[in-house]
């Protein structure tokens, strides 16, 4: 197993108290979803994606056995492997061990002790695997060195449903930026979740165990213990629906009553019934999935779906 050496580019908690502020001036009040992830958050996500209701991680390994051998060769030898927002790695590991000699694998998460266990815990099951795992924000700037990317053709990977949780124009940016990344002769591999019935997407988001609850009160845990916040969290019900108009999951934490909040010395307000709304998850056709990607300076090469057709892998390719 090779040395894992950690390139450390997150972002500085000023970034999350910042953040929190602005989310809370505005009307209505949203937090960033990225936040959900220190390192509690990623432990509550690795449980969400074991749950019966959330079907996106099982559709999406399923589609890697499956086709696995057919995406590795569409996707080529030799390349390095750069995922965004790796979390525990389970998909990877199927991945990689379809992929045909990769170059090396840099794994990209804002949550740091849960990146520094997953790359460890990749190290060691394909021990001649260059592992660089980068600590940062991949929505922002951030360095990966180039000389242990030996010059490969590189292979973004994207998984799960994350592209979903932008607004469009977010979403084209992040991969107009990622297309840079991955330079010619690179490409993307994408996991795009899929438009289905209203009642199997609130399941999903809204588990019968409340482990999506925890998930969504840990932005304001998180709060509490990092920036001194004091939201009691008893009084804040978690709230998973479907808006048709915009195709899309959103999450809310509801206030149970009138209350006021205070973050770093600012109160803020919340009237019973207000809402903070904490994530999106957009779901697309596979068409309108491909008219984004176009926006942004990529065409669909490939698609592959589950048989239900819930989830998709696509891989996307720079136009010439």
């Known amino acids: 197993m090779s040395q894992i050496t950690l390139v450390d580019c997150a972002p500085q908690t000023g970034d999350f108290e910042q953040d929190l502020i602005s989310g809370l001036s505005e009307t209505p009040k949203t937090l960033p979803c990225k936040y959900f992830y220190d390192r509690r958050g990623s432990e509550l996500f690795e449980q969400i994606c074991e749950l019966d209701e959330y079907y996106p991680t099982r559709s999406e390994i399923s589609i890697l056995r499956q086709h696995g051998s057919e995406i590795a060769a569409t996707i080529g030898s030799g390349c390095a492997l750069i995922e965004f927002g790796s979390g525990s790695g389970l998909k990877t590991e199927v991945l990689l061990s379809k992929l045909s000699d990769p170059a090396a694998y840099v794994p990209v998460d804002i949550s740091r002790e849960h990146l520094k266990l997953a790359a460890t815990d990749l190290s060691r099951k394909f021990p001649d695997l260059d592992v660089v795992p980068v600590c940062a924000d991949f929505t922002d700037e951030f360095h ?63 588990d019968s165990e409340g482990v999506t609850r925890d998930f969504n009160h840990n932005l304001l845990r998180r709060a509490n213990a990092e920036l001194g916040a004091d939201f009691d969290l008893s009084q804040f019900d978690h709230l998973a629906r479907y808006d048709e108009q915009h195709d899309r999951i959103e999450m809310h934490l509801v206030s149970r009553s009138d209350q ?61």
């Open 144 to 206: 990966i060195p180039p000389e242990r990317l030996n010059g490969s053709p590189r292979t973004v990977y994207f998984s799960g449903s994350t592209i979903g949780n932008f607004e469009h124009s977010d979403a084209i940016e992040l991969l107009q930026r990622i297309a840079q990344l991955c330079e010619s002769g690179g490409g993307l591999l994408i996991g795009v979740d899929l438009q289905k019935d209203r009642a199997v997407l609130e399941a999903a988001y809204d």
């Open 260 to 320: 006021q909040v205070t973050v770093a010395d600012q109160t803020f307000e919340f009237t019973e019934g207000e809402t903070i709304h904490t994530e999106n998850s957009h779901k697309f056709t596979l068409q309108g999935f491909a008219e984004v990607a176009a926006q942004a300076g990529f065409h669909v090469r490939s698609v592959w779906t589950d048989p239900n057709e819930y989830f998709s892998v696509q891989y996307l390719v720079v136009d010439d």
